[in-house]
């Protein structure tokens, strides 16, 4: 893929704040309770973090196809997608080695649990749908609706630790009452910039992504015009 400026500092950007947080990470102070399993939370915090972005702009790319019917939108929807289905599955991931020998094993239907899996179902569904619909304008319009639907996912999860307890733990970010984190001070550091490096990973892969996606496309519509032309070819042959 040919490089452009944008992508070049946003790829520098990224390297340089996951290398700090990385850094600190490995550098923050052990837990009491916990002890070293504590850093995970300067991966997994992220990482939900990630997705709930890529899920929002799933819908507010859809919504935004739906007004200006720019192709743009709904290539961007359709890689913030992907690139959600991808954290979600690594949040999960994360969060099972710390559930582990927290909670003593690696899943409880948790309601938090259960909705982060829920996720991966419904926008799977959403990246299924687009493969099975040819027309790209069709393929486009429903798959902003599902997205758009689909991003009420992101307020269920993050108010099911407050609406059905269990053992997951409340919110590290909590936004009822005031903002405040639940967080040791002296970790709050290594997580912003953890989230600014997910924050600014999640936007080069969004246009790294979404890049590739318009090759395709056109790509995939040079195609569909040399079948047209030799489709004619050969009925005007056929005629002649």
Known sequence: MKRDLTTTLLGGATLVTLLIAVGLGLTAP???NQGSLVRLMFVHVPGAWLSYLAYGGTGLFGLLYLIQRQRRW??????SAEIGVLFTVATIVGGMLWAKPTWGTYWVWDARL?????????YGGYLLIRTLIDDQERRARVSAVVGIVGTLYVPVNYMAVEWWRG???TQ???LLDGIRWDAAPVYLPTLFISLAAFTLLYLLLLRVRGILAAREEAREERELMNELGAAHTRAEVARG
């Not at 259960?114 to 419904?122: W, Y």
């Open 30 to 32: 052990l837990d009491i």
């Open 114 to 122: 259960t909705t982060t899996a829920l996720s991966i179902v419904v």
């Open 74 to 79: 709904d290539r961007l929807a359709m890689a």
């Open 172 to 174: 590290t970010l909590k």
């Open 167 to 169: 053992v997951h733990q």
